[in-house]
């Protein structure tokens, strides 16, 4: 079993915390000048997104988490799962709904993804900054305005609908900014 | 392609923070001077170490003349030992400025190797010796912090206070519930380690209120964490040491001076024995501080405070890299 020692810690360090994966975020080093050393540890729950904070003795160890970060393609769902690729090795591995979570609205097939496995298995799956997608159903655009004020409602080919400005079409493409789910631009082809 | 050059080559504070640094040092050895204070240098390297369970000292190996197959040598958690002996030779009052070491520590408020300023006051007793601190921190901080009257506060009233539990008689039970109740959840504390626990509650829950917009001295700590103070004499059950506080940031560390020989070398057994327990390196305790003890130290209080603390409060700052020419990162 694979440990770190506190003074291993620091942000985006993978640990195991009662049974559950997390990642560190915020790691102090206390100590009364002639007491006992702490560091005091906010983390970041993988499985349930909570952030807790636990103090370890300094110099005590915590047992590590296999978890790790890899950029892999989205290939399809089966309904049940979605089903990624790894670009290098082609091994393919499925994610359940609870690790796609959000990121279903973003998913389209053949674009990179960022998997969190834990033990092999999804976690979660974080969609590029930036995506771009085909709109499917928008109201009639007004050719002349490009101002870009106002704006309506575009469903997008994945199912997400974001505002798009006046002058976008149907059956345009266009990046969408996936962490706030906005506009950015039209794609260039 | 060659590699980018590193950027760490940089000094970790801006240079008008180590001129403003510079001036605040030259301030506070000022002050001892126009007192009649004498400066003193003592070595870094001993042959003797601290034996404080929970102090680390990093040592290195001297080889040379009188020490052909080496000689393991320690650099000093604090000059303390060396000073007392000055003081036991009748040196009088004295301070020191110098570079100290500490393994193990690193941190927003820790790096390993800071300065101290420790200095010994024959004839003062530690509450002598706390108002001169205040005056110190006061002079220092003049037109830089302003601070309200100075808050006196025993280490049971503190307890009692911020976590409704008496520090003295409270039970291992005690402590973990009530840790839990205020949130902490903290892991590997032994239920019977009332110093950990002690440690724990005080730097989560009431260190935070110390020294807000004014000095705080906690004074009267329990016997057991008593280091080199003398016991009260009328409450053995707490020490004579005191800490001083401000923006809830430890500074000082004094004590009305333990002087006993034999109480002194039953506290380095113990810590030996404790040190054993805990599976720390044994250490050598200082025969030579034994000896002077024995010969005889003034009755004195002595106190040490972190400069590096102290200029980060001054400043402004957060960590304390921000106020030092390099920090262990760039060291």
């Known amino acids: 079993m694979a440990t770190y020692s506190t003074n291993e810690f620091k942000p985006g360090l993978k640990v195991m915390l009662d049974n559950d994966p997390g990642s560190i975020i915020e790691n102090e080093f206390v100590k009364p000048g002639k007491g006992q050393a702490f560091n005091r540890v906010k983390i970041r729950n993988l499985r349930s997104g909570r952030v807790i904070e636990r103090t370890f003795k300094s110099g005590d160890s915590i047992e590590a988490a296999d978890v790790i970060d890899t950029e892999m393609q989205y290939l399809y769902s089966d309904g049940e799962f979605f089903h990624f690729m790894n670009p290098e090795s082609f091994e393919q591995i499925p994610a359940d709904a609870k690790a796609v979570g959000d990121t279903v609205k973003w998913l389209k097939e053949e674009v990179t993804c960022l998997v969190t496995l834990w033990n092999g298995v999804p976690l979660s799956v974080e969609p590029q900054h930036t995506v771009a997608l085909k709109i499917v159903e928008t109201d009639p655009g007004v050719r002349g305005d490009t101002s870009g004020g106002g704006g309506k409602p575009a469903k997008l080919e994945t199912g997400a609908v974001v505002r798009v400005p006046l002058f976008i079409q149907n059956g345009e493409v266009i990046k969408v900014n996936t962490r706030t789910g906005e506009y950015v631009s039209r794609a260039k082809e | 392609m060659q590699p980018a050059p590193p950027s760490d080559w940089r000094p970790s504070a801006p240079l008008d923070t180590l001129q403003q640094r510079a001036r605040l040092l030259q301030k506070l050895r000022a002050f001892f001077i126009d007192r009649g204070v004498l400066e003193v240098e003592t070595p870094q390297l001993s042959a003797a170490a601290t034996t404080d369970p929970q102090l680390h000292s990093l040592s290195t190996q001297y080889i040379g003349p009188g020490a052909h197959r080496g000689q393991a040598l320690y650099l000093h958690t604090s000059p303390e030992f060396p000073m007392k002996r000055l003081?036991?030779?009748g040196s009088g009052p004295i301070f020191q400025l110098c570079k100290v070491f500490r393994d193990g520590e690193a941190g927003r408020l820790?790096?390993?190797?800071?300065?101290?300023?420790?200095?010994?006051?024959?004839?003062?007793?530690?509450?002598?010796?706390?108002?001169?601190v205040a005056e110190l921190v006061t002079h220092v901080l003049e037109n830089r912090v302003p601070l309200g009257a100075t808050?006196?506060?025993?280490?049971?009233?503190?307890?009692?206070?911020?976590?409704?539990?008496?520090?003295?008689?409270?039970?291992g039970a005690q402590w973990a519930t009530c840790a839990r109740q205020h949130g902490i959840a903290a892991a590997g504390l032994d239920p019977d380690a009332w110093d950990g626990w002690r440690d724990l509650l005080l730097t989560h829950l009431i260190e935070p209120h110390l020294g807000l917009g004014r000095l705080t001295f906690l004074y009267d700590y329990p016997a057991s964490q008593a280091a080199l103070a003398r016991l009260r004499p009328d409450k053995p059950a707490v020490a004579e040491r005191f800490e001083l506080y401000l923006h809830g940031v430890e500074l000082a560390n004094g004590f009305h001076e333990l002087g006993d020989a034999g109480e002194q070398r039953r506290r380095f057994d113990a810590d030996l024995a404790r040190r054993k327990t805990l599976g720390l390196a044994w250490t050598p305790p200082d025969e030579r501080l034994l000896a002077a003890l024995d010969h005889g130290l003034p009755?004195?209080?002595?106190?040490?405070?972190?400069?590096?603390?102290?200029?980060?409060l001054a400043l402004g700052a957060q960590r304390l890299a921000e106020v030092m020419a390099f920090s262990i990162e760039r060291a």
């Open chain 2, 87 to 89: 003081l036991a030779a």
């Open chain 2, 110 to 132: 820790h790096n390993p190797e800071f300065t101290l300023l420790e200095w010994y006051r024959p004839d003062y007793d530690h509450r002598q010796l706390m108002t001169e």
């Open chain 2, 151 to 171: 808050e006196w506060l025993t280490y049971e009233d503190a307890f009692l206070r911020h976590t409704g539990l008496n520090p003295l008689t409270a039970s």
């Open chain 2, 299 to 312: 009755a004195c209080a002595g106190v040490a405070l972190g400069v590096d603390r102290l200029v980060m």
